[in-house]
């Protein structure tokens, strides 16, 4: 029988981070009644991420997907989606920013009938207990604006890193993803939307880890020019 959910992590040298991460996940899922997976997809790290994916999930049914080098996060993620085998799949970033715990509001709104929920750091009810820093805050209010011009409509935070989808859905927008880097996520939002599926936008618990992977001046250029090549790439989507 395929497992209710499947919990997909992206990672890059994350070591450090992963172990307890993957604690936390484990002695979560050991109190829920269903049958879930666990699918570390990385992302070409050069420190001992996959041994210790490895070992950690060698007991489980779960995967490790191994990339032989760095490409983005958008691949990572779309490599541990298109694996999946459970009815739900989660997002969920290395550093459990926002609590494992939250996917189980995300689910019950996903039986109930949305295609789609996302968490989101900018809704009035969201929980930010440790803050990015101002510059990133600003940058990321400043990102989401031009995305919400040149992409998605209506959506106040597409960068979280904790969204929920049905099977199915993840399966075709994931199918059809060409963004390997960060607007990974813009573009599957932008998809999504152009598909009709239903999009749900969910306050959340926030706890920002220090060690982001994000380089303030390199990646979002490349974010930037990725959100104008995002409707060129679908031109022709219907």
């Known amino acids: 029988m395929a497992p ?6 992206p990672t890059y040298n994350e070591e450090k981070r992963l172990p307890g991460t993957l604690d936390f996940i484990f002695a979560f899922l050991r109190k829920q009644t269903y049958e879930a997976e666990i699918i570390v997809s990385d992302d070409g790290s050069r420190d001992r991420t996959v041994k210790i994916a490895a070992e950690k999930l060698r007991f489980s049914d779960s995967q490790v997907l191994v990339s032989p080098r760095n490409v983005g996060k958008g691949d990572a993620v779309r490599r541990g989606m298109l694996a999946a085998k459970g009815q739900y799949l989660l997002i969920t970033d290395a550093d459990l920013s926002t609590p494992i715990e939250e996917v189980r509001r995300f689910l019950r709104y996903l039986e109930a009938g949305d295609d789609i929920v996302i968490g989101s750091r900018a809704l009035e009810d969201s929980k930010i207990e440790i803050h990015q820093s101002f510059y990133r805050e600003i940058m990321g209010r400043v990102y989401n ?10 959506i106040m935070d597409s960068q979280c890193g ?19 880097g960060f607007s990974f996520d813009a ?5 999504a939307q152009k598909k009709g599926y239903k999009i749900r936008e969910e306050p959340v618990i926030w706890r920002n880890s220090s060690q982001s992977r994000v380089q303030l001046i390199r ?7 990725d959100l104008i090549k995002i409707r060129w790439i679908h031109r022709n989507l219907r």
């Open 219 to 225: 990646d979002p250029i490349a974010m930037f020019f």
């Open 4 to 9: 209710y959910l499947s919990i997909i992590i």
């Open 162 to 180: 904790f969204k929920c989808f049905k099977s199915q859905v993840a399966k075709e927008l994931f199918g059809l993803q060409k963004i390997n």
């Open 187 to 191: 573009e599957i939002l932008f998809l």
């Open 145 to 154: 604006l031009i995305a919400r011009a040149f992409s998605f409509k209506g």
